[in-house]
């Protein structure tokens, strides 16, 4: 779930009304994956419906993206494309980890451990096609934009943010930062109090906001040099050195310049680390998107999600929020126009 520099930043906690009137390109696969480990059964099952259909992700699209335009923000959605090659390790890595975690869950269900269960459950989210294609049907029904990256989506909405066509990129990796976004969001739709997977431990989650040049300013390095460190410590691409971590890899790049003169001092080499550069710094995007919202196509979300068993009442509540919020929005944006000419 890329490279955790946690340790290196105090992010600024904000309120959600703080971004209002702010358009925001939100990595999908992160934020759905964050919907499927966290709206769950007592027991960890995820929400599904009559036939065994998970539907966790559509009520954290539905819920979750109504709260935050009723904020006044105004989300797209940017999906991965084919994964890089150098991430397929990853990725079998993370397959297996679902696998057994899937396994302790059964255990812990028959032992009734419903703490555990619901732990190793978090812990076996997985993206599957029908997951992917009835989130962006929903989302599409929602008229909200929806752009497919060529191939890493947090590249993609790095990209959107770097040229200032929307105000932040959302995500709870720091490889935004990385792939060159300007402002980092991370947890804007999963605030308040939630269970730390892996332990019988809660935390209080609040929406953070990364200013990346600040960042940069604070750590002392640029972001060339930043990308060299986490693959000193290791990213999605590649593994990494052992023993090295973000505190030590500042070190190794301020006192060796790059990662070519820290891995000398190291007497080690990281295959392919060009390519993993490469990966951060000039990556595949595309230009083929709109930002733009258009209007929600009630009936079909409405159909659709009483196809999902859900009620009626709750999904036109929701959309009747969305409706009203944007007229809001509209308003408020027209009258700072109108004011702006005084």
Request: a negative charge; proline letters at 4%.
């Amino acid at each position: 779930m890329g490279v955790n520099l946690s340790g290196l930043t105090e992010p600024r906690t904000a309120e959600l009304s703080e971004l209002e009137g702010k358009s925001v390109a939100v990595d999908a696969y992160n934020t759905i994956y964050q919907f499927l480990s966290i709206i769950r059964q007592p027991d960890g099952s995820p929400l599904c419906d009559r036939t065994g259909r998970v539907t966790s992700h559509l009520s954290g699209i539905l819920y979750r993206t109504s709260n935050l335009i009723a904020q006044g923000i105004e989300p797209s959605f940017v999906f991965d494309g084919p994964p890089h090659d150098l991430k397929r390790a990853v990725l079998a890595e993370r397959k297996e980890r679902r696998e057994k975690a899937a396994v302790e869950w059964e255990y812990a269900v028959e032992e009734g451990d419903l703490k555990k269960a619901f732990s190793k459950a978090q812990q076996t989210s997985r993206m599957t096609s029908e997951i992917r294609e009835s989130s962006k049907e929903l989302i599409s029904y929602l008229g909200l934009p929806i752009i497919n990256a060529p191939s890493d989506g947090e590249a993609q909405a790095a990209y959107m943010c770097s040229k200032g066509d929307v105000w932040a990129s959302a995500s709870q990796d720091f490889d935004s930062i990385l792939f060159g976004t300007r402002t980092l969001i991370r947890n804007m739709t999963i605030t308040g109090r939630r269970k730390v997977p892996g332990k019988d431990q809660y935390k209080d989650v609040r929406t953070e906001i990364v200013d990346s040049q600040g960042f940069l300013d604070m750590l002392g390095v640029t972001r060339e040099q930043l990308v060299d460190m986490c693959i000193l410590i290791g990213t999605d691409f590649n593994p990494g050195i052992a023993g090295v971590g973000p505190k030590k890899s500042l070190k190794l790049i301020k006192d060796h310049g790059g990662l070519e003169g820290a891995m000398r001092h190291l007497g080690t080499d990281i295959p392919s680390y060009q390519e993993v550069r490469d990966i951060f710094l000039n990556s595949k995007y595309s230009d083929d998107y709109s930002t733009a919202p258009s209007e929600i196509r009630r009936e079909e979300a409405v159909e659709m999600l009483e196809g999902y068993d859900f009620s009626r009442e709750r999904v036109e509540n929701a959309l009747d929020r969305i409706d009203a919020a944007r007229k809001n929005n509209k308003s408020k944006k027209s009258q700072r126009s109108l004011d702006s000419w005084f």
